[in-house]
């Protein structure tokens, strides 16, 4: 065949720069926005934030414990509810006329930007020439758990041959103060030219065992609430607890109380106590040093009841308020009227686009999150046991929104309420078919099956097939596998292993 030239039409759609912005904002969670925001603001001169550049003070508007405690003070409420939706000025986001600096307009009104007074309040943001905003960052030092046997050991009278012994056990200890290594293999990682021999290791292992908290050194559970309890003064019962730790605390894990009583020789209330002291030691005494990962949670939206409604409102503290510079884009219209702007044009486009889309991201967040609370009101007002039914898709078609967008808005977005502080993903579940032709949610049987297990009688737990057929009396058709499923994703043990004396 000969090679030869064609023309063809065709269609398919293609992501602008400012739509691909908007995706991207729009499945950040508050931190990651601030993040991204903060990386703009480098790169832009033209954009800036607008908190403490308010000419005249505005009444303070309530921050978000405020909001939280103020559940009926309905004039202010129905008020953020309106800037919520379509801010003070009545004009919606979405459309991009809220702004006299539009992308076909001129630069007039330039510093009033997209968020003019009136729009969401904002928290405090930076605190340059705030002393008190110093300290913040300064973090308190945390002991780990080798430094503090280490500390320990240099306390003490040992040689220095056996402080060193001490110290490399010390180090050989996970993060719970167990030694996971055999002492021969710890052996066989010392040079031979030390000539260190196994005894030496025992020795160094039982004065590592000697230092605080009680029980790090220990190379098994049992070993480790061993060291606990030789610690403590003699008694029967003490005596009992050694025992049962040592050679029957398999039989103490799965609730066999019958056979334990044969073997220590005991009655119902000896091993009562002798429980009750085993539970109160500690099985993992070196996780008490282990650095914790604190994680801060700000809520995108607050929602609090207005006049017997629940209303939903943007958290000010998460809402960042931008703002083009007006200086440079003073500077900007002089050079434009001389043809000479440069690239201060496409700066002063990103800087439009960036604060239209974060308008645009806190609107549809907004929408979903009132879609929710009107769909999840029981909820609200009686809890878990009330949640209904709800799937990505319902909300899509009131919102006459895609699908994925649902979904984006949903993830790593979080909602503060009267109830607690959930993400917004909590309000969605598969549902589950009941005798009248209806649905519950599978939120409310795990609320329901949580109920009931915390009502049982502990001497003879509910099992699942019970659990089932008392859902069933009350017309919720749940399989026993299904009960077993949730409750073991929310932590619950079998009716075995919750019997108790």
Same mark, same amino acid.
């Given at each position: 065949?000969?090679?030869?030239?064609?023309?063809?039409?065709?269609? +398919?759609?293609?992501?602008?720069?400012?739509?691909?912005?908007?995706?991207?904002?729009?499945?950040?969670?508050?931190?990651?926005?601030?993040?991204?925001i903060?990386?703009?603001?480098?790169?832009?001169?033209?954009?800036e934030?607008?908190?403490?550049?308010?000419p005249?003070?505005?009444?303070?508007?309530?921050?978000?414990?405020?909001?939280?405690s103020?559940?009926?003070?309905?004039?202010?409420?129905?008020?953020?509810?309106?800037?919520?939706?379509?801010?003070?000025?009545?004009?919606?986001?979405?459309?991009?006329?809220?702004?006299?600096?539009?992308?076909e307009?001129?630069?007039?009104g330039?510093?009033?930007g997209?968020?003019?007074e009136?729009?969401?309040?904002?928290?405090?943001?930076?605190n340059?020439?705030?002393?008190?905003?110093?300290?913040?960052?300064?973090q $308190?030092?945390?002991?780990?758990l080798?430094? +503090?046997?280490?500390?320990?050991l240099?306390?003490?009278?040992?040689?220095?041959?056996?402080?060193?012994?001490?110290?490399?056990?010390?180090?050989a200890?996970?993060?719970d103060?167990?030694?996971?290594?055999?002492?021969?293999?710890l052996?066989?990682?010392?040079p031979?030219?030390?000539?260190?021999?196994?005894?030496?290791?025992?020795?160094?292992?039982k +004065?590592?065992?000697?230092?605080?908290?009680?029980?790090?050194?220990?190379?098994?559970?049992?070993?480790?609430l061993?060291?606990?309890?030789? $610690?403590?003064?003699?008694?029967?019962?003490?005596?009992? $607890? *050694?025992?049962?730790?040592? &050679?029957?605390?398999? *039989?103490?894990?799965?609730?066999?109380?019958?056979?334990?009583?044969?073997?220590?020789?005991?009655?119902?209330?000896?091993?009562? $106590?002798?429980?009750?002291?085993?539970?109160?030691?500690?099985?993992?005494?070196?996780?008490?040093?282990?650095?914790?990962?604190?994680?801060?949670?700000?809520?995108?939206?607050?929602?609090?009841?207005?006049?017997?409604?629940?209303?939903?409102?943007?958290?000010?503290?998460?809402f960042?308020?931008?703002?083009?510079?007006?200086?440079?884009?003073?500077?900007l219209?002089?050079?434009?009227?001389?043809?000479?702007?440069?690239?201060m044009?496409?700066?002063?486009?990103?800087?439009?686009?960036?604060?239209?889309?974060?308008?645009?991201?806190?609107?549809t967040?907004?929408?979903?999150?009132?879609?929710?609370?009107?769909?999840?009101? #029981?909820?609200?007002d009686?809890?878990?046991?009330?949640?209904?039914?709800?799937?990505?898709?319902?909300?899509?078609?009131?919102l006459?929104?895609?699908?994925?967008?649902?979904?984006?808005?949903?993830?790593q977005?979080?909602?503060a309420?009267?109830?607690g502080?959930?993400?917004? &993903?909590?309000?969605?579940?598969? +549902?589950v078919?009941?005798?009248?032709?209806?649905?519950?949610?599978?939120?409310?049987?795990?609320?329901?099956?949580?109920?009931?297990?915390?009502?049982?009688?502990? &001497?003879?737990?509910?099992?699942?097939?019970?659990?089932?057929?008392?859902?069933?009396?009350?017309?919720?058709?749940?399989?026993?596998?299904?009960?077993?499923?949730?409750?073991?994703?929310?932590?619950?043990? #079998?009716?075995?292993?919750?019997?108790?004396?």
């Amino acid at each position: 065949m000969k090679p030869s030239l064609q023309l063809k039409l065709s269609q +398919h759609l293609a992501l602008t720069p400012q739509l691909q912005q908007s995706i991207k904002l729009l499945q950040l969670s508050t931190l990651e926005l601030n993040q991204e925001i903060e990386q703009y603001l480098l790169e832009n001169p033209l954009l800036e934030r607008e908190d403490d550049f308010e000419p005249a003070a505005r009444p303070a508007e309530p921050g978000f414990a405020d909001a939280l405690s103020s559940g009926e003070q309905a004039a202010d409420g129905s008020a953020q509810a309106e800037r919520g939706e379509s801010g003070e000025n009545g004009e919606s986001s979405e459309s991009g006329e809220g702004s006299d600096y539009t992308a076909e307009g001129g630069d007039a009104g330039v510093d009033d930007g997209w968020f003019a007074e009136g729009s969401f309040p904002s928290g405090s943001r930076d605190n340059d020439g705030d002393d008190e905003g110093d300290g913040q960052d300064i973090q $308190a030092a945390v002991t780990s758990l080798k430094d +503090h046997l280490n500390w320990q050991l240099g306390l003490t009278s040992l040689s220095d041959r056996d402080r060193s012994l001490a110290s490399f056990i010390v180090e050989a200890l996970d993060d719970d103060g167990y030694l996971d290594q055999s002492l021969d293999e710890l052996g066989e990682a010392l040079p031979h030219e030390l000539e260190v021999e196994p005894e030496e290791l025992e020795i160094a292992l039982k +004065h590592v065992q000697n230092l605080d908290p009680t029980g790090v050194g220990a190379r098994s559970p049992q070993e480790c609430l061993a060291l606990q309890l030789r $610690a403590r003064p003699a008694g029967p019962v003490r005596n009992l $607890a *050694l025992t049962l730790a040592e &050679k029957h605390l398999d *039989l103490l894990a799965n609730r066999d109380f019958t056979r334990l009583k044969r073997q220590l020789g005991c009655d119902d209330e000896t091993l009562k $106590a002798v429980q009750a002291m085993i539970m109160g030691l500690d099985p993992r005494p070196g996780a008490r040093y282990a650095p914790l990962e604190t994680r801060y949670i700000i809520p995108d939206v607050i929602v609090r009841k207005v006049r017997n409604q629940w209303v939903a409102s943007i958290n000010p503290d998460a809402f960042p308020r931008l703002r083009v510079n007006r200086l440079y884009a003073d500077l900007l219209q002089k050079h434009r009227t001389r043809g000479e702007s440069g690239g201060m044009s496409g700066q002063l486009q990103e800087a439009r686009w960036l604060i239209k889309n974060v308008q645009q991201r806190f609107d549809t967040i907004l929408r979903v999150s009132q879609a929710i609370v009107d769909r999840q009101r #029981a909820f609200f007002d009686h809890g878990e046991v009330a949640m209904r039914p709800l799937v990505l898709r319902e909300i899509a078609d009131i919102l006459d929104l895609h699908e994925s967008t649902v979904s984006r808005v949903t993830t790593q977005k979080y909602m503060a309420s009267p109830r607690g502080i959930f993400e917004l &993903k909590y309000f969605f579940g598969s +549902h589950v078919a009941t005798d009248t032709g209806g649905a519950c949610s599978a939120t409310a049987i795990r609320a329901l099956i949580k109920q009931l297990v915390g009502s049982e009688n502990a &001497k003879k737990p509910l099992s699942d097939n019970q659990i089932a057929d008392i859902l069933g009396q009350q017309g919720i058709v749940v399989a026993r596998r299904t009960i077993a499923k949730y409750r073991e994703g929310m932590g619950i043990p #079998a009716a075995n292993l919750r019997k108790s004396l």
